[in-house]
């Protein structure tokens, strides 16, 4: 079974910074989409950013040029650089991992994603 444990959240004024990181129990190649979903309460989850296995990434409007996705196969981890955070910014933050390509799947699109994460919270105040 393949677990996603993602870790690095936490609480920061506007304007800061956190890395999440997602550790995945086997080897990050095996997927060819892993991407970044957030949650805040009453929403919908909502894709934030996603990353093929050639190193393309795709960013949620918001974020773009704040926010980056990557991902360390050797060490079978995920991770989200977020800059400048904003109060809205505020959620749940998942990791996701699927063996479909990244084209194959809508950007908030959550059904073909095979594996999850707990999530770690992210909370901005002004």
């Known amino acids: 079974q393949v677990q996603l444990v993602e870790s690095g959240g936490g609480s920061v004024q506007a304007g800061g910074s956190l890395r999440l990181s997602c550790a995945a129990s086997?080897?990050?190649?095996?997927?060819?989409?892993m991407g970044w979903f957030r949650q805040a309460p009453g929403k919908e989850r909502e894709g934030v950013a996603r990353?093929?296995?050639?190193?393309?990434?795709n960013y949620l409007r918001s974020v773009k040029g704040r926010f980056t996705i990557s991902k360390d196969n050797a060490k079978n981890t995920l991770y989200l650089q977020m800059n400048s955070l904003k109060p809205e910014d505020t959620a749940m933050y998942y990791c996701?991992?699927?063996?479909?390509?990244?084209?194959?799947?809508?950007?908030?699109?959550?059904?073909?994603?095979?594996?999850w994460g707990q999530g770690t919270q992210v909370t901005v105040s002004s």
């Open positions: 996701a991992a699927s063996a479909f390509n990244c084209d194959y799947i809508g950007f908030h699109e959550t059904l073909k994603y095979n594996y």
């Open positions: 990353i093929e296995s050639d190193g393309t990434t």
């Open positions: 086997g080897n990050t190649n095996r997927y060819n989409c």
